[in-house]
């Protein structure tokens, strides 16, 4: 062997053993994810951590489309291995009709998100007024749901709650007086609300016994997390570290979210005050009893889920850091 081969190959093989064992061909670990909402700010956490490229690096190819109402029934319906961020008394329900289920983590904390708005000559000027009224949420099984059920317990108020769609068809609806009162997150209807165009008349904080309980989760497939279960640990590890990020760049984070929902940077800037860091924390749900309650009084569950079913629901994978 000639001097020159000899060097030549004591150069290739000093590159290969130099070479990051991360940056060998890997297979990239598949995740397929929907999210309940398009462009709320917790519910397009998993999207920005993919924009950002932060599943890659740790080696996870995921896949996010976003669902609006219907993330429980992708993931029951064997597409999809994660949904993010449906309404908790939703998910009950759909295990309790028989979805092969699993709920792996709180994801919101609270409702303080949503609000109801009237038009701004609306004669309705405070939540009391809403009696005898028109009043709107998403689809059936929605934490918006759970709050108006919240609402005529706690109040007694009689009003009649109406399934709207999207915030853009509601926001149609209330303008034209098709309906008394509708309902948004932000961004949805924040110009609206700083041109006057429309009055802010109560929000998910007004309903006492939610502000401490989980209204939303992350849900899995059951087989998901029986089979990959490092895979969706992992998921949730990367997709908190990156809400840290957010949170702690929140300049950058704001462009991001303006960008999803073509808005300007102020109008995305005030919709994040509406959400506090710990809110977003991953972990066990909270209020348990509190929901069954409210679930069975909505008629989302016939009945408290007993002890066994709630050990085979309920499945926290992954704890947020203090």
Known sequence: MTMLKRSTLMTIASIVLAWPVSALAQ???????????????????PLFCAQRGEFAKAGLDVDVIFAPGNATM????????????????????????G???KIISSEFLGQNDTFWYVRADSSIKGIDDIKGKTVAFTRPGSAAEAIL??????????????????????????????????FSVPPSGMTAVEKGDIRVVFSGDDADALKNVTGRVVMASADFIKNRRPTAIKFMEILDKCIDWAYANKAEAAKMYAALNKIDEKTAQKSLEFYKRETLAFGPVQGLDQLMKQAVDGKFLERPLTPDEIKDLFDT???SPK
């Open 317 to 319: 994978i992954y704890v």
């Open 99 to 101: 979805g092969k289920i």
């Open 149 to 182: 059920q919240v609402l005529k317990s706690e109040r007694r108020l009689d009003f009649k709650s109406v399934s709207t769609g999207q915030m853009d068809a509601t926001f149609t609806m209330v303008m034209t007086k098709q309906i008394d009162v509708g």
């Open 27 to 45: 297979p990239m670990e598949k995740v397929s994810v929907v999210s309940a909402w398009t462009g709320l700010w917790d519910t397009s956490q």
């Open 74 to 97: 992708a993931v029951i319906a064997g597409g999809k291995d994660i949904g993010y961020s449906p309404g908790t008394n939703g998910v009950l329900a759909a295990y309790e009709k």
